[in-house]
């Protein structure tokens, strides 16, 4: 069974540029959420993607936007970045989109892609 | 706002000794919590997790506390190892934001493990 992988590791744009994140998901689950974690602070919403529909949003912007395919895997896309977009982005899969999880149904996370906007 | 807060940004404990870590949610309707832990160059990694109807549960070397009357949870780590040396975050399962489940985290305590 393989986990969360995302790409690429670590990257770096200047200001206004656009970036692409790419996660493929756990085997087996079908739901994918974005996290952005700013250095020192704990992860943050961004928004969630089940039927390659986002399923949820949390308090960003619309330059932030993302898809999933239909193999479940996703890309988080940044338009206009800014020098406060420099965190680390977390994908994280599930099995199932709405409040059913727990347990073996938690998030599962991927290591993440580091982005620095100079 | 929507928070998780923290009462300790750093926990410093003895090889051998229990590590307790504490946690403050702010939003009395949250119905699932879990605990996180994150290494460096890695994503959070599952620990333990209950519900809002229980007030503990117990895993391996691990145990989760929940006070919902002044709403603070606790993760107790027995007879803590240099692996244990990490960032811990506790996070709350909000109710379905548009259909999605949405985790709120704190900001994450960093627990460092002395020989």
């Known amino acids: 069974e393989t986990g969360v992988t995302q790409s690429p590791t670590h990257l770096i744009k200047t200001r206004g540029q656009q970036v692409t994140l790419r996660c493929s998901s756990q085997s087996g689950h079908n739901t994918v959420s974005w996290y952005q974690q700013a250095l020192g602070q704990g992860p943050q919403f961004i928004f969630q993607?089940?039927?390659?529909?986002?399923?949820g949003r949390g308090n960003f912007p619309p330059r932030f936007s993302g898809l999933q395919f239909p193999n479940y895997s996703s890309e988080l896309n940044v338009n206009a970045l800014e020098l406060d977009d420099s965190a680390l982005y977390l994908c994280?899969?599930?099995?199932?989109?709405?409040?059913?999880?727990?347990?073996?149904?938690?998030?599962?996370f991927g290591a993440g892609s580091r982005l620095t906007v100079l | 706002g929507e928070s998780v807060g923290l009462h300790l940004p750093t926990l410093s404990v003895q090889e051998g000794d229990n590590s307790i870590i504490n946690c403050a949610y702010s939003?009395?309707?949250?119905?699932?919590f879990i605990w996180y832990k994150q290494e460096s160059g890695k994503g959070p990694q599952f620990i333990i997790d209950?519900?809002?109807?229980?007030d503990k549960r117990q895993g391996q070397r691990v145990t989760v506390l929940l006070n919902k009357t002044v709403k603070h949870l606790s993760l107790q780590i027995a007879a803590t190892q240099p692996g244990d040396s990490a960032v811990y975050f506790c996070a709350e399962r909000q109710r379905r934001v548009q259909g999605a489940q949405k985790l709120v985290f704190g900001q994450g305590t960093r627990l460092t493990i002395n020989p």
């Open positions: 209950i519900r809002s109807n229980m």
């Open positions: 994280a899969s599930s099995s199932k989109p709405g409040h059913l999880f727990s347990g073996a149904n938690v998030l599962t």
């Open positions: 993607y089940y039927r390659e529909e986002e399923n």
């Open positions: 939003n009395s309707a949250s119905d699932y």
